[in-house]
């Protein structure tokens, strides 16, 4: 099934899906070169890393002001000021000659990008409505999860071709500023803001709190965060539990990490197809409920004699597929809330998924690797707190009807 038909003759799905995939290009098309990066900079490895920190952080906090700045002044204003300092940002990592500086320069890239970030899923309401959104959301997860597995190899690869790390950057800067190019050619159509509210720090928090005192967008954002939480604690154990128990080689780790990736895309294509026959938060509930089996079959598994590629490769499927079904529409859910406000509704929806994922970052760093019954258990927790709070969303949204 194609996409959704366009509202505008210009503000399209395909463009959408690729401004979307800068912030997650920009997060770790460098990541393989982190070596080399150590080498050339004569830092720690522990500097290097804290490059990704500092963007993930700042990409995360950052975007509580980019929505409700855009429902003001308009999306294209945002946007392109977002975009612009993300380039700068971009040129600064691009010839960084220290840690320090490299460092600042992906503070600038993550403040530019939380804007990249939140607006698509904005502007995606602002232009095709409710029910259509949904649909679009789904294409826009399915952009992400492509750029997510793609970056890393595409940074790899040219600096296998190069020796060179700061390439990454110049195509990164070249892309985004094809972006800022077709966002200009598109400006008439996102230019008007949507609301006339106080702007500033006490504008802001006034729309905040106006959307989470309404439960079925609050529970919807704080189920995704859950999910965040257990997508990220997964991918930061697997690697460490297929070495620890199985002795999988690098190569072997990213081949069952894929499957992550081909879950989702599989769940997305049948989304996009049943969407219309279905209440999204009945879709919702049911991929949470997916999810759910994974960490009972990661348990059980374990406790068997199965290979890593039964005993990982399974779980990690459930829990990419039940997540395909439930983020898109979750996504769809909180930022239609309020289409006056559908940029600060996109903002809480990150800041609840970047905050809560990190979280699961931690959480997974306290367990042990020996067993997968740690993080089992953690998943259990995360996908059982998911399904609660989008069961009591879809409770409340029943009884405001």
Do not use: K
């Amino acid at each position: 099934m194609s996409p959704p038909a366009t509202a505008t003759p210009t503000v399209t799905v395909p463009y959408l899906m690729v401004a979307t995939m800068v912030s997650v290009v920009a997060a770790t098309i460098y990541v393989p070169s982190l070596p080399s990066i150590v080498a050339d900079l004569g830092t720690s490895p522990t500097l290097a890393q804290f490059s990704l920190t500092a963007f993930v952080l700042t990409f995360g906090i950052v975007q509580l002001w980019h929505g409700p700045a855009s429902d003001r002044l308009g999306r294209y204003r945002v946007l392109a000021g977002s975009l612009v300092v993300f380039i700068v940002g971009t040129a600064v990592c691009a010839v960084a000659p220290s840690i320090e500086v490299l460092i600042v320069g992906r503070m600038l890239q993550g403040l530019g990008a939380a804007g990249v970030g939140v607006l698509p899923r904005a502007i995606a309401r602002d232009q095709f409505g409710h029910e259509a959104s949904a649909r679009v959301f789904t294409y826009l997860s399915m952009a992400a999860s492509a750029a997510a597995t793609a970056s890393p190899v595409i940074g790899g690869g040219l600096e296998g071709l190069t020796g060179s790390w700061r390439l990454s950057f110049v195509l990164l800067g070249l892309f985004a500023a094809w972006v800022l190019f077709l966002s200009a050619r598109r400006a008439p159509f996102l230019a008007a803001g949507s609301i006339e509210r106080p702007a500033g720090l006490r504008g802001y928090i006034a729309d905040y709190w106006s959307l989470m005192r309404r439960a079925p967008f609050a529970f919807n954002v704080i189920g995704g965060g859950f999910l965040r939480t257990g997508f990220y604690a997964f991918i930061v154990s697997v690697p460490f539990v297929l070495t620890n128990m199985y002795g999988t080689s690098v190569a072997g780790v990213g081949v069952i990490m894929m499957t992550l990736t081909g879950a989702f895309l599989g769940a997305y294509f049948i989304v996009v197809r049943i969407a219309h026959r279905f209440r999204p938060d009945t879709l919702v509930v049911a991929g949470t409920a997916i999810s759910m089996l994974s960490p009972v079959a990661l348990a059980l598994l374990t406790l068997t004699d199965a290979g890593p590629v039964v005993a990982v490769s399974l779980p990690v499927a459930l829990f990419g597929f039940g997540n395909g079904f439930a983020i898109p529409m979750a996504n769809a859910l909180a930022v239609g809330a309020n289409p006056r406000m559908a940029g600060a509704g996109s903002s809480l929806l990150g800041f609840w998924a970047y905050t809560m994922g990190a979280g699961g970052t931690v959480a997974a760093g306290l367990l042990t690797h020996d067993t997968a019954l740690p993080l089992a258990i953690l998943l259990a927790i995360a996908t059982t707190g998911a399904l609660a709070c989008f069961v009591v969303a879809r409770i409340a949204a029943l009884r405001s009807i």
